[in-house]
């Protein structure tokens, strides 16, 4: 096992103690996009449940958007969680783009894809799903909503929904999008066949690439982004 994997278990394992994100009889659905993170949240997850405490479930749900042009690898995603012992869900469903609409298609595209799951989650017995979003997506996030939207406010490690009787988890919320990286370029991850064409038509590449320059300018940036969300002074607005 490399040097990153053993961190990266290390990180997972306090963040699910830290935020009480895996607890006994959870059945978790794993939204498995067939990117590093993912993949990496499916192998993390198949391990879990071989351990007796706390005693959990896992399958994984792969979204397929319809009138999206681009494609994964499922036959490739099939067989990795075959070999982890993860039964892989394959869910179709589309949007319509109403005229008038203001919405951008990755809006919609993400709004219909988490519906989809959470759907299918209740209706399969799940009471928890599973997100790979990792550590520098939730600073990102946060960055771009003090930027944008004036609030200081991000994607927490677990969200109880409030429409749904299902609890979002973010197992990789301590995990550094460089340890992953490392880890999938190691053990062979394979690429989605095509990418998303809408992907890069957001704010969020420019606002990775501005964190990436907060961390030249500070190596230990990222943490203090994470502790100030905790640390939030009141006294000093009127």
């Known amino acids: 096992m490399i040097a990153e994997e053993r961190k990266i278990q290390r990180l997972f394992r306090k963040g699910?103690?830290?935020?009480?994100?895996?607890?006994?009889?959870?059945?978790?659905?794993?939204?498995?996009?067939?990117?590093?993170?993912?993949?990496?949240?499916?192998?993390?997850?198949?391990?879990?449940?071989?351990?007796?405490?706390?005693?959990?479930?896992?399958?994984?749900?792969?979204?397929?958007?319809?009138?999206?042009?681009?494609?994964?690898?499922?036959?490739?995603?099939?067989?990795?969680?075959?070999?982890?012992?993860?039964?892989?869900?394959?869910?179709?469903?589309?949007?319509?783009?109403?005229?008038?609409?203001?919405?951008?298609?990755?809006?919609?595209?993400?709004?219909?894809?988490?519906?989809?799951?959470?759907?299918?989650?209740?209706?399969?017995?799940?009471?928890?799903?599973?997100?790979?979003?990792?550590?520098?997506?939730i600073l990102v996030t946060l960055l771009m909503n003090m930027t944008f939207e004036g609030s200081m406010q991000t994607m927490p490690p677990r969200l109880e929904m409030d429409h749904y009787p299902v609890t979002v988890i973010r197992p990789l919320c301590l995990v550094p999008e460089h340890l992953i990286k490392t880890v999938a370029e190691t053990e062979g991850f394979e690429r989605q066949k095509t990418a998303c064409p809408y992907e890069q038509a957001t704010r969020r590449q420019s606002m990775t690439e501005m964190f990436r320059r907060l961390e030249e300018m500070n190596p230990e940036a990222r943490y203090s982004l994470w502790n100030s969300m905790r640390n939030i002074h009141h006294d000093l607005l009127p």
């Open 16 to 137: 699910c103690a830290g935020y009480r994100l895996l607890e006994d009889g959870d059945r978790i659905l794993i939204a498995l996009s067939g990117g590093k993170d993912s993949l990496e949240l499916v192998r993390l997850l198949a391990v879990q449940q071989r351990i007796y405490k706390p005693r959990i479930e896992v399958e994984a749900a792969h979204v397929l958007m319809d009138n999206i042009p681009y494609e994964t690898d499922r036959s490739y995603i099939q067989r990795f969680c075959e070999e982890l012992g993860v039964r892989l869900h394959i869910l179709h469903t589309s949007f319509e783009e109403r005229s008038g609409t203001r919405k951008p298609r990755c809006f919609l595209c993400s709004w219909t894809r988490r519906k989809t799951l959470f759907e299918f989650a209740v209706e399969n017995g799940f009471n928890k799903i599973a997100l790979g979003h990792h550590q520098d997506d």
